[in-house]
Structure formats: structure tokens, C-alpha cells
């Protein structure tokens, strides 16, 4: 799996675990709390929850921290990005250009065959 992806299912664990808990501790919350703005949890699993949370959190820094060029100054992640660029667009024009061999090999052996038929049936 590629780094991007990795982020990007850490970050949607992390989405999943913050909708997961405030989910779990409005469920817990007593029907009267003392404030009627902040409900009131059971500590242990609010801390389990935290906990939870902040192991995700350290698991995103970690991939971000890993990302290709993150340490690189941004006008150097530029430069390799325009150089990346370059490069698939002298890929696209390589590949454009198999494309057009392929065609004409194609119909080169579209005309052979063809050939191949008619000199068959004509001896036939």
C-alpha cells in the first residue's frame, strides 16, 4: 500500500474513532448533568477513548513525518514536482507514440490477412 493511502485510512480511523466517541460518551452521559453545557462521563472509558485517539494521532504524525520530500524546503518540493511533471509528460508522449506504432502494425496485419484471404480464395 502506498504512503497516501496509508494517510489517508489513518485519517479516516481518526474521523471514525472522534465520531465513535462522542457517539459512545452522549450514550453514557447521564439524563441530568450537573452543567446543562457539558454532559457528564464515566472517566474510565472517556480516558480509554482519549487514549485511543492520541495513538491515532501519533500514527498520523508518523506517516506524514514519513512522506517523500516533507523535510525538503517547499522550492524544492516544487522542483521535483516539475520534475515529475516533465517526466510524465515525456512518458505520455512515448506512450502516444507506441500507441500509433501499435495502430499501424495493426493495420498492417489487418491488410496481410486480408491478403492471405483473398489469394486462399481465389485458389479455391
Given at each position: 500500500m502506498d504512503r497516501l493511502t496509508q494517510l489517508q485510512d489513518a485519517i479516516d480511523k481518526m474521523a471514525l474513532l472522534f465520531v465513535s466517541s462522542l457517539d459512545h460518551l452522549t450514550k453514557i452521559a447521564p439524563l441530568v448533568p450537573l452543567d446543562p453545557n457539558v454532559p457528564v462521563v464515566s472517566t474510565d472509558s472517556a480516558q480509554e477513548l482519549a487514549l485511543d485517539i492520541s495513538r491515532?494521532?501519533?500514527?498520523?504524525?508518523?506517516?506524514?513525518?514519513?512522506?517523500?520530500?516533507?523535510?525538503?524546503?517547499?522550492?524544492?518540493?516544487?522542483?521535483?514536482?516539475?520534475?515529475?511533471?516533465?517526466?510524465?509528460?515525456?512518458?505520455?508522449?512515448?506512450?502516444?507514440?507506441?500507441?500509433?506504432?501499435?495502430?499501424?502494425?495493426?493495420?498492417?496485419?489487418?491488410?496481410?490477412?486480408?491478403?492471405?484471404?483473398?489469394?486462399?480464395?481465389?485458389?479455391?
Open positions: 491515532q494521532a501519533k500514527e498520523l504524525e508518523a506517516l506524514i513525518d514519513n512522506l517523500p520530500g516533507i523535510s525538503q524546503t517547499p522550492e524544492a518540493q516544487i522542483h521535483d514536482l516539475e520534475n515529475l511533471a516533465q517526466q510524465n509528460a515525456d512518458a505520455t508522449v512515448e506512450y502516444e507514440m507506441a500507441v500509433q506504432e501499435a495502430k499501424e502494425l495493426l493495420q498492417d496485419v489487418t491488410f496481410a490477412l486480408r491478403r492471405i484471404a483473398e489469394d486462399q480464395s481465389i485458389r479455391s
